[in-house]
């Protein structure tokens, strides 16, 4: 199958367009939808800054007004009258008279702030101990049993802003959960002029009306979620009234009909902080609801119709994505023409010129002279014309070359013939040369024979001399050893005659004084005798000395005879050595000389080796010729 230049251009044209289409579509796309994400996210960023604000501000308010009672001398008065009785005691007598007190002095002030707002005052006065005095907008304290009793009940238990202000004698503000619920309470101490600590006062806001205002629209709603753990604290105890969600959460403000859109998750992330989810044509935002404490105790969820949003979104992207299309269709379009203008005509030209030439027509020419501008394609035109007239030369140079190459081919055939007569001679000679070198080869086969064995028989002689040279060398070693132990004993018999003669001394010495003894002893004798009977024992030792003297003299006697057989020995041996030393000198000169001759055999015997196996080679390779020969 074949294919067009025109297709090879337009289709990866048409590949590029597309891939640029989508990638631009997906990047279209995906502007818009973190375009409308963004959007979405400002939007409940400022309702929960909008929220956050109401609250701040309302509970401000709340504590300004609740101020404005901290002060008055009747407030001042009707706890300084609760004080004198026992403020623990909820039913105690003085604590009754300080609420008739109160509703009586703020009655007018009450009755005018309802006058305008339409709603009573949320007016709210506790006892120092925790204590509720008085709520200035019931007519009774509280229900207990399903009656309506004025006592003074205790807060401690569930109201920790009363507990706080009376504690630490410092103003709190923010949202706290009671037994009706979550308000915004402004609370304030109430300080005597001798700065005792009397109670406080509080101002109540309830969180329902200002989350409807905040619900401004048709397309927005408002949810207030109560940790569900934080129910039995409150009054939602009625789970028609109050929807529980997966027994996490406590719907207590909002229609009841959005309550299903606030998916548990969405909570779950919305306590810790701003999470956004989409379901339809809504956008559900949730954020967590804190107390003055700053501890979560609830989830605010905020749904916004943002149909008309989406509506602008699809209606942007579908104008951008037409824009896109009619784009790169215009691209197309122009890139085909302009190919085909600018590549596929000339292209075109240069086929048919091409395919005028295949078919041997060389008088075809490329008109090129009405173009101005010269490009790619005009340069490859001019090219094939100059190939034209090129072809055209070369064809005439080869037709005269055929007619020269014709007389030369009849001239070579005559002398082919002359050389064929000359070969059949040659014939002959070879074969009677074959002949000679087929006896040449089996000489030759035979004297490698004998070269390689005279060169086996030359290597062994070398190793067996090498090994008498090595024979020798180690006999040389044994003769210079037992030269050097021959001289050793030489030079011991000497010692040993040396040590003859300073016994033969010794002798003397000891013969010397034997002599001397006998003397002795015969003066010795001579005087014993000489001494009568008083000498008598004396001579007797006198010739007991001579007799031993005597002794020792025939000692040495036999002694120095013995040591004269020794030094004659001695005379013996060291001439016997002397002897044995210049046969072992000869013996060493000798196996010197051997082994210099043996030397030299080893150096015959290697030139030998050498030379039988170059002899072997040199036959071998006389083999290989004229086996090719």
């Known amino acids: 199958m074949s294919v067009t230049i025109r297709q090879k251009l337009f289709y990866p044209l048409f590949a590029t367009i597309i891939a640029l289409g989508l990638l631009c579509w997906f990047a279209i796309n995906w502007q818009l939808s973190a375009l409308r994400k963004d959007f979405i996210y400002r939007i409940a960023e400022n309702k929960k800054n909008e929220i956050t604000q109401s609250i701040i501000m309302s509970s401000q308010q709340a504590l300004e007004k609740a ?28 604590g009754q008279q300080a609420r008739e007190m109160l509703r009586t002095e703020l009655k007018p002030m009450l009755d005018g702030f309802f006058s305008i707002s339409a709603h009573k005052l949320k007016l709210h006065f506790h006892l120092s101990g925790g204590h509720s005095l008085v709520r200035l907008w019931q007519d009774k304290q509280i229900n207990r049993n399903g009656q309506w009793i004025d006592i003074s009940d205790d807060l401690s238990e569930y109201r920790n802003t009363v507990t706080d202000v009376n504690r630490m004698g410092r103003p709190v503000k923010g949202i706290e959960l009671g037994r009706v619920g979550f308000a915004i309470r402004g609370i304030a101490p109430i300080i005597s002029s001798a700065g005792k600590q009397l109670g406080s006062v509080e101002v109540a806001v309830e ?8 619900s401004d629209t048709e397309k927005q709603k408002l949810l207030l979620y109560m ?16 929807p529980v969600i997966e027994k996490k959460y406590v719907l207590i403000a909002g229609e009841k009909a959005e309550k299903a859109s606030a998916e548990l998750s969405l909570l ?50 579908l104008t951008l994505n037409g824009i896109l299309v009619v784009m790169l269709a215009v691209i197309g379009i122009m890139g085909s023409l302009i190919l085909s203008v600018i590549l596929v005509k000339p292209v075109k030209q240069i086929t048919q010129f091409s395919k005028s030439l295949s078919d041997g027509d060389l008088t075809q020419v490329i008109m090129t002279d009405h173009i101005r501008h010269k490009d790619e394609m005009t340069e490859l035109a001019e090219i094939l014309n100059a190939m034209s007239a090129s ?34 001679e040659q014939s002959a000679s070879v074969s009677e040369i074959t002949a000679t070198m087929s006896e040449l080869l089996a000489s030759s086969v035979q004297i490698a024979e004998n070269s390689d064995a005279v060169a086996r028989t030359a290597e062994i002689a070398l190793q067996n001399t090498k090994s008498g040279a090595e024979w020798v060398e180690l006999v040389i070693s044994k003769m210079n050893r037992i030269n050097d132990d021959n001289q050793n004993t030489v030079r011991k018999i000497i010692s040993l005659g040396k040590k003859s003669e300073e016994i033969e001394k010794i002798m003397e010495i000891i013969n010397n004084i034997a002599d001397q003894t006998k003397l002795i002893a015969f ?94 080679l040199s036959t071998r390779q006389q083999k290989t010729a004229s086996e090719q020969i």
């Open 67 to 94: 101020s404005l009672f901290t002060r008055m001398p009747s407030v001042i008065r009707a706890f300084e009258m609760a004080h004198s009785g026992n403020i623990e005691d909820e039913a105690d007598p003085k």
């Open 207 to 214: 969180i329902e009306p200002l989350l409807k205002a905040a």
């Open 227 to 242: 940790n569900a753990e934080l129910v039995p604290f409150g009054s939602y105890q009625d789970p028609d009234k109050y």
């Open 268 to 317: 779950d992330m919305g306590k810790e902080k701003l999470s956004i989810a989409y379901k339809d044509d809504h956008a559900i935002a949730a954020f967590p609801v804190r107390d003055y404490r700053d501890k979560q105790i609830g989830v605010i969820a905020f749904f916004s119709d943002i149909s008309q949003e989406r509506y602008l979104t699809r209606s942007v992207n």
């Open 391 to 424: 072809l055209n030369r070369m064809i005439r140079d080869i037709a005269l070359g055929i007619d020269t190459l014709a007389t030369s081919v009849h001239q070579i055939s005559a002398e082919v013939d002359q050389q064929v007569s000359i070969a059949l």
């Open 523 to 616: 003066n010795a004798a001579l005087e014993a005798s000489s001494a009568g009977e008083a000498g008598k024992r004396f001579g007797v030792v006198a010739v007991e000395i001579r007799r031993l003297a005597e002794n020792v003299t025939e000692s040495t006697g036999d002694i120095e005879s013995r040591i004269t057989e020794i030094r004659e020995a001695v005379q013996d041996m060291i001439i016997a050595s002397e002897k044995g030393s210049k046969r072992i000198q000869e013996g060493l000169e000798h196996s010197g000389q051997t082994a210099v001759k043996l030397k030299d055999i080893v150096k015959g015997a290697e030139s030998t080796a050498t030379a039988a196996k170059q002899i072997s």
